[in-house]
């Protein structure tokens, strides 16, 4: 992530991003939403909801800490509605800022699991962190049940991949800050350097590594392994430009590892939706967000992107773990903590990684 992006660029980025628009513009009955969700999860479910409603719906994308800025740039004149984010830190870091209205109870009350504590923001949908790896190089058996394990890893010393620069991978090294301490996140980052790890720029390429024979095991998200494997669509802007290069292969060569339950190396990492304090109709605004929680949303989320609903009873695809199983996999911590990313920053320069 470039911290020093100017803000000028940044509204320049977000006027030439894809626009999406699923009925004419002299519909009074119209929501703006800013998505940090890419267009290949987000498009579908726009279709849906104007098909049901009549509800004209414009969506203008951009990664979170764009359209944060843009946001702030734009201020009370912002003709956003809704934000549709990637990661809860930024949902927090807007609540923060202001941006955000307190939610009905009607609305929070949806949600099953991984609910905001501020009120400001609703979950939509769920991934988990995993470790990633090559069956034919790999005993499973022989891997650690903590990604806090470093002696563990040693003998993947130069065989090891992860992405220190990558968005999920700040969310985990953030709540390991928070949960852990900065100190024992300092020795973890120190030790696993003396690994020799492969860095990639995100988790499409890192997967790829293991694919290739590169690497033998990657600290990833669940659903690359899934995607590599079974196919679905790509949900985060920054990475959806790579799916679909290569053909499903329910063969290949990579298996997800899931350490023991309650381990921070499979946290879950959350998205979600919020009311911006600069929409015209908060009544439209929670009919939309009630729609990203309905069972016929949360299934296509599931069955399409292969992410985890936040809601029961919905169908997940068989290859997917179930819901139950892996909610007791991620440890508790508050997502609004996920906006103290300056730490975490810090102490990747500190030690020399960014």
């Known amino acids: 992530m470039n911290m020093k992006i100017h803000l000028s660029k940044i509204v320049a980025l977000l006027g030439i991003a894809i626009l999406t628009s699923t009925c004419s513009q002299s519909n009074t009955d119209q929501l703006i939403v800013y998505s940090g969700r890419s267009q290949a999860l987000v498009d579908q479910l726009v279709t849906d909801f104007k098909e049901e409603t009549g509800i004209d719906v414009e969506v203008r994308y951009g990664n979170d800490a764009e359209l944060l800025a843009v946001l702030n740039e734009e201020g009370d004149q912002s003709p956003a509605d809704l934000y549709w984010a990637n990661t809860t830190g930024a949902l927090a870091t807007a609540s923060k800022q202001g941006l955000l209205e307190t939610l009905p109870d009607s609305l929070l009350n949806k949600p099953d699991s991984f609910t905001s504590t501020s009120g400001k923001w609703i979950p939509i949908t769920v991934r988990y962190r995993v470790l990633a790896y090559n069956p034919q190089t790999v005993d499973s058996t022989e891997l650690p049940s903590s990604v806090m394990d470093i002696n563990a890893f040693k003998k993947f010393e130069g065989r090891i991949g992860w992405t220190p620069t990558y968005s999920s991978f700040y969310d985990f090294l953030t709540t390991m800050r928070l949960t852990k301490g900065d100190e024992v996140a300092r020795a973890w980052l120190n030790n696993m350097s003396e690994l020799d ?4 720029s995100s988790n ?3 997967v790829q590594a293991i694919l290739g024979g590169e690497i033998d095991v990657a600290l990833t998200n669940h659903y690359y392994v899934i995607q ?6 790509e949900g985060y802007f920054e990475d959806h430009e790579h799916y679909g290069e290569d053909e499903p292969n329910p063969d290949a060569n990579i298996e997800t590892y899931h350490f023991e339950n309650g381990d921070i190396g499979n946290l879950a990492l959350v998205t979600g939706a919020t009311q911006l304090k600069t929409a015209d109709d908060p009544e439209l605004v929670a009919e939309f967000l009630s729609f990203l929680l309905s069972k016929q949303a949360q299934e296509y989320a599931a069955q399409s992107v292969n992410e985890y609903p936040v809601i029961e009873e919905v169908a997940l695809p068989e290859y997917m773990l179930e ?5 007791k996999l991620s440890p508790d911590y508050d997502y609004e903590q996920l906006q103290q990313l300056e730490g975490t920053l810090n102490l990747l320069r ?3 990684i960014i």
């Open 197 to 200: 790890p492969k860095s990639y």
């Open 350 to 352: 500190e030690v020399g």
């Open 323 to 327: 819901s139950k199983k892996a909610l």
């Open 204 to 206: 499409t390429p890192m």
């Open 228 to 233: 590599t494997k079974y196919g679905g669509k």
